[in-house]
């Protein structure tokens, strides 16, 4: 029996306006596991009022206050972790280490937003003019609204909205249609449950093919101040013109296709263990997985009989069983993509390692060589265990590969000389680079966030308060003013 969940708006469950619903599928046995409410602009235009009205007294309210709210969202989520992980392995497919990593990375997010609580300060700044008193201050901004993916369901969900909350903001979430029972239904239970007073944070999603609608209806109303989006470049693209039309600020957190550089100094198990877990932790569906592997000549051969084998060895299959590494793609048309970019380099030259397998929706891990800079899987966002390796002269062709990409959001390079790897993190275009550790990592007190077509804005750390703070210029005069008229 599927289980039913309902949108969440002030302080209610309720049904979709139109009383639709949906059904969300397990991407791994293809059932049913939910039906879940469909939501309506109306029912979001609902939400945006009740996060209005919520406004005033949570703005109002004292940060030791909200930070206590947070501690106990905190302890909420320990005793909810089973369910969390339950849902998502049954509705996202991810394997239960993933799951487990998303609620740790969330429960150190509780934490980080209580410590933040009473970050937000201004400065008193010096003036020209006589008897000026001039002030900053940073007050929240208003209604915030978080657009999330279905790859990260629980932890890009909470961080569409905690920073947002915890500085004195009222939230709207909007989970991915793919996964609205742990990128959204059970978020909203985890701050009722803890506390959080009615209106501050509302959970609401579109039914399937609405996206769009829900996301100018977002960016056209007047009462939400602030837009943040993780999803992806293409999605990024439209909402950043909408945020022109509409005079909107919105952090963009968008797609990638980082590199990990592994150069001929490199500890090899480091180089292979690190790589590995980087690109294939969430079966590669990851915006800051592994995408692309530069590693130098002399240490290709060796790198690549390594990394095929730890590759090969990973258990392919159903995420509910404790010891698969890799569970299926999302969808049909994720499966399509990674099909079709694979393909697509074999049949212009690459070799297949390993893996370019799949069955229902799980692919195999698997490692292309002789890939080119100018195939699909080279330049595109493959988001699936996919991994072209090229190898390259030196370290100059390394950084001129990494480099010749659209995306910019994170880089790994391996290395045992520190200095090297600093001056080379220094050439890289992305927003994040990670020496010895592969691009993907991630704590909630860093300034998380990439260049180019990976999009702007930081959504973590202090930095996160820029996003989702007005930072106000106020001043008072101590003594009158001669004025020439
Ligand atoms: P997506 O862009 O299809 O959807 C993301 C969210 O936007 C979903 O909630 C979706 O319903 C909504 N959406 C879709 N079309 C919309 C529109 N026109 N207006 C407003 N909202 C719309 O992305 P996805 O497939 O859910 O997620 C995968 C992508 O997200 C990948 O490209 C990945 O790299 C990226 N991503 C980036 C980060 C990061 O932090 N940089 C993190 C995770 C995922």
């Not at 390394?398 to 290395?415: F, H, K, P, Q, R």
Request: hydrophobic letters at 40%.
């Amino acid at each position: 029996m599927a289980q039913h969940h309902q949108l969440y708006v002030d302080g209610e469950w309720v049904d979709g306006a139109m009383g639709a619903t949906f059904d969300s599928y397990n991407p791994y046995t293809g059932e049913v596991f939910a039906r879940v409410a469909a939501g309506e602009v109306e029912d979001l235009n609902r939400a945006i009022a009740a996060a209005d009205a919520a406004l005033p007294a949570w703005a109002g309210s004292s940060p030791a206050y909200r930070a206590e709210l947070f501690l106990r969202a905190a302890n909420v989520l320990e005793e909810m972790r089973d369910e969390f992980v339950q849902t998502f392995v049954e509705e996202q497919g991810a394997a239960k280490f993933t799951c487990n990593f998303q609620v740790n990375f969330a429960g150190m997010l509780m934490r980080e937003a209580a410590a933040q609580a009473h970050d937000p300060i201004g400065q008193i700044l010096p003036s020209d003019t006589p008897g000026a008193f001039f002030m900053t201050k940073r007050q929240p901004a208003g209604v915030v609204a978080g657009i999330a993916p279905w790859n990260g369901p629980l932890l890009l969900g909470l961080r569409a909205v905690t920073l947002p909350m915890v500085y004195g903001n009222t939230t709207i979430l909007k989970p991915s249609s793919e996964t609205p029972v742990v990128g959204g239904a059970l978020i909203a239970k985890l701050f009722e449950r803890a506390g959080f007073p009615k209106g501050v944070v509302n959970v609401v999603w579109n039914g399937p093919g609405k996206s769009g609608e829900f996301g100018e209806a977002i960016m056209a109303h007047p009462r939400v101040r602030r837009v943040n989006f993780t999803g992806s470049t293409d999605v990024g693209r439209e909402l950043g013109i909408l945020g022109g039309k509409y005079l909107k600020r919105v952090a963009l957190e968008l797609g990638g296709k980082d590199p990990c550089i592994i150069l001929r100094d490199a500890d090899m198990d480091t180089a292979v263990n690190a790589t590995c877990f980087g690109k294939f932790m969430g079966s590669g569906q990851g915006c800051m997985a592994v995408e692309r592997i530069i590693v130098e000549q002399p240490i290709g051969d060796e790198f690549i009989d390594r990394f095929v084998k730890k590759a090969s060895s990973l258990k392919v299959g159903d995420p509910r069983e404790d010891d698969t590494g890799i569970g299926p793609l999302i969808n049909r048309r994720q499966l399509e993509r990674v099909k079709t970019q694979v393909e697509e380099a074999v049949r212009d030259g690459a070799k297949i390692m390993c893996g370019g397998r799949y069955e229902g929706l799980s692919y195999w891990p698997t490692v292309l060589t002789d890939v080119k800079r100018n195939m699909r899987v080279m330049r595109e966002e493959t988001f699936g265990p996919v991994a072209p390796v090229i190898v390259v002269k030196d370290v100059e062709e390394a950084i001129e590969v990494a480099n010749d990409n659209a995306y910019g959001l994170s880089c790994g390079i391996i290395t045992r000389d520190l200095q090297k790897g600093l001056a080379i993190a220094d050439r890289i275009e992305s927003g994040m680079v990670h020496i010895n550790e592969s691009s993907t990592a991630d704590e909630p007190h860093v300034p998380f966030g990439g260049v180019k077509d990976s999009g702007w804005g930081k959504m973590g750390g202090k930095q996160a308060a820029e996003e989702f703070t007005e930072l106000r210029w106020i001043t008072f005069q101590t003594s009158p003013r001669q004025y020439p008229l």
